[in-house]
């Protein structure tokens, strides 16, 4: 409505001019596993170990992963121990892959970027496929996550390497890891080895603490030690095979930081963050439009803002460039739809990648 400020003056305040971008989550771990206690199949917040720890209780005797041990603490203290602040937890009733399914239909609807089955690794094909399933299943809800998964204890560079995943939103981490855990019976420390999946939770808090465009390469895992140490053949061949590699230099550092995708353009994990940053950032700028008018005003408003968000992303450095295009047909007015077509490229990346959004 326009307000009279002067006689014969007046001026109209309309909000679209001040809309922007919400905050946007890039860092957020969703996980589930079997703990002593908590609730179970419920989503618990969790800022820091010691609030996990609370919640969940703490672990039992490690006994080689063969007496289906605890998994949910020792995953959580390997992502606090390397950056991760907020994780979605959520403890399954067992260890069965139905329970485990159970547990992750908890977090489909929650903003997480990183999603991985706690102290479950490659050699277990049923959990595997309902962490791919849980990928497909969120992205096709617009939850859009990466998730991580490690190397079997023992399995060697012939299994490693000959895994079968293919995915730009599936990370396979090798190998395991050397850690200290206590027995509660005993109150002793001993060091053991622990699969690959616990290896991945330590990458999963890694890559949570970084920015979506700084890559987790050569950056060092704080870990005590590897299973195995590959010689610079076998790191190499690893590295081909799209196995996100662990190995001892200057402490234990990321070889490269790839999914498991066989197209080169989704090769890099900063590629996937980049562009699945830019699609949340796109629904959040555009959420506030809803129920305003379609016309070329409004469009142009958003347009606008989008450009705001986007030109943001280039000054960090997320983004080399992009182009924008917000636009309706006819019928796309009648219905309340536009049509949001980006071309994106991310830094470290040849590609340019084309995304095309419908928002109504």
């Known amino acids: ?40 199949n419920q989503v618990q917040i969790l800022g820091s170990f010691s609030e996990a720890k609370a919640i969940f209780g703490v672990s039992d005797a490690w006994q080689g992963g063969t007496k289906n041990e605890l998994t949910l603490i020792r995953a959580l203290e390997q992502i606090y121990n390397n950056g991760g602040k907020t994780v979605y937890a959520v403890r399954s009733e067992g260890v069965t892959v139905d329970n485990y399914k159970t547990a992750l239909a908890e977090l489909e609807n929650e903003i997480v970027n990183l999603v991985l089955l706690a102290g479950q690794d490659s050699s277990n094909v049923g959990m595997a496929n309902a962490l791919i399933a849980h990928l497909t299943t969120t992205a096709g809800i617009k939850r859009e996550r990466i998730g991580l998964i490690g190397s079997a204890l023992g399995d060697d560079i012939a299994k490693i390497s000959g895994h079968s995943y293919a995915s730009d939103r599936l990370i396979f981490v090798a190998p395991g890891i050397k850690s200290s855990v206590s027995d509660p019976a005993t109150q002793t420390v001993s060091q053991v080895s622990l699969p690959g999946s616990y290896l991945a939770a330590a990458v999963a808090g890694l890559i949570a603490a970084l920015p979506v465009q700084s890559s987790p390469t050569n ?21 081909q095979k799209r196995v996100l590699v662990v190995e001892k230099r200057e402490g234990w550092r990321v070889v490269k930081g790839i999914t498991t995708a066989t197209n080169s353009a989704w090769h890099q994990i900063t590629t996937r963050r980049i562009v699945d940053y830019a699609i949340y950032g796109v629904r959040s700028a555009c959420n506030p439009y809803i129920g305003k008018l379609n016309n070329d005003r409004v469009r142009g408003a958003m347009k606008a803002t989008l450009d705001a968000f986007l030109t943001r992303m280039v000054e960090d450095e997320a983004l080399v460039g992009y182009s924008l295009d917000v636009s309706a047909t006819r019928a796309q007015q009648i219905a309340g739809e536009v049509q949001v077509s980006l071309t994106l490229q991310p830094t470290f990346s040849i590609d340019f990648i084309l995304v095309t959004m419908y928002l109504g």
């Open 1 to 40: 409505m326009a307000e009279v400020i002067l006689p014969g003056t007046y001026i109209t305040v309309r909000d679209e001019g001040l809309i922007s971008a919400g905050r946007i989550a890039s860092g957020y771990i969703g996980i589930v596993g079997t703990a002593a206690s908590g609730p179970i």
């Open 219 to 239: 950056k060092t895992v704080a870990i005590e030690g590897l299973t195995t140490n590959f010689s610079a053949s076998q790191l190499e061949q690893l590295v």
